[in-house]
């Protein structure tokens, strides 16, 4: 069993940034992907961002430019920071972990007002 706690969401103003952790703990022997997912009202849960163990990242379309993933693998922690953000990033942001099976965070709420 693999606990993920979340930190970093809050309200902004538009432009404005936040950083995203998320630190996994529990019986952990290898995390393969780390990555965080948003959920907007009435809309599927969608990527945002992902690391693998090597180091190599994806973005959604719509956060490549404005958004950092990074992760630190003796703490079994990844970070999201994302600058310049826009009122449509509004979501509660998921934290997932990928081993051996797969963990979800309980979610972080991140506004962002216009």
């Known amino acids: 069993q693999v606990q993920l706690v979340e930190s970093g969401g809050g309200l902004v103003q538009a432009g404005g940034s936040l950083r995203l952790s998320c630190a996994a703990s529990?019986?952990?022997?290898?995390?393969?992907?780390m990555g965080w997912y948003r959920q907007a009202p009435g809309k599927q849960r969608e990527l945002v961002a992902a690391?693998?163990?090597?180091?190599?990242?994806n973005y959604a379309d719509s956060v490549k430019g404005r958004c950092t993933i990074s992760r630190d693998n003796a703490k079994n922690t990844v970070y999201l920071q994302m600058n310049n953000l826009k009122p449509e990033d509004t979501a509660p942001y998921y934290c997932?972990?990928?081993?051996?099976?797969?963990?979800w965070g309980q979610g972080t709420q991140v506004t962002v007002s216009s």
């Open positions: 997932n972990v990928r081993y051996l099976g797969t963990s």
């Open positions: 529990g019986s952990i022997f290898t995390i393969y992907t």
């Open positions: 690391i693998n163990s090597g180091g190599s990242t």
